[in-house]
């Protein structure tokens, strides 16, 4: 399994921006996303690319705001936030998985541990 360090959370106000990065232990062509998790809430998915960038999918909540990208020569997926919302409070995960398109985090087998993303209003 590959190992998965998040980066980048921090406080924020509303409308700010902020990138979260994801560094993989080593080179790797899996299918990444980001996964979030709000106190008392299950973990979601927030957006998710193909092994080598060229196809995206996002959660509905997010479509128009995040960005989800890769750069496979430095091992790193990122996440760009803008436009944030207090509701997009959550520890922030990424994710490492064999399949495409999928939003369950079931089909997911390598897991970051997390980067805590607060959003004031």
């Known amino acids: 399994q590959v190992q998965l360090v998040e980066s980048g959370g921090g406080l924020v106000q509303a409308g700010d921006s902020l990138r979260l990065s994801c560094a993989a232990s080593?080179?790797?062509?899996?299918?990444m996303a980001w996964f979030r998790q709000a106190p008392g809430k299950s973990r979601e998915f927030v957006a998710g690319?193909?092994?080598?960038?060229?196809?995206?999918y996002y959660a509905d909540s997010v479509k128009g705001r995040f960005t989800i990208s890769r750069d496979n020569a430095k091992n790193t997926v990122y996440l760009q936030m803008n436009s944030l919302k207090p509701e997009d409070t959550a520890v922030y995960y990424c994710?490492?998985?064999?399949?495409?398109?999928?939003?369950?985090?079931?089909?997911?087998?390598?897991w970051g541990q997390g980067t805590q993303v607060t959003v004031s209003s």
């Open positions: 994710a490492a998985s064999s399949y495409y398109g999928v939003r369950h985090s079931g089909a997911f087998g390598s």
């Open positions: 080593a080179s790797s062509s899996h299918n």
């Open positions: 690319i193909s092994g080598v960038g060229v196809g995206t």
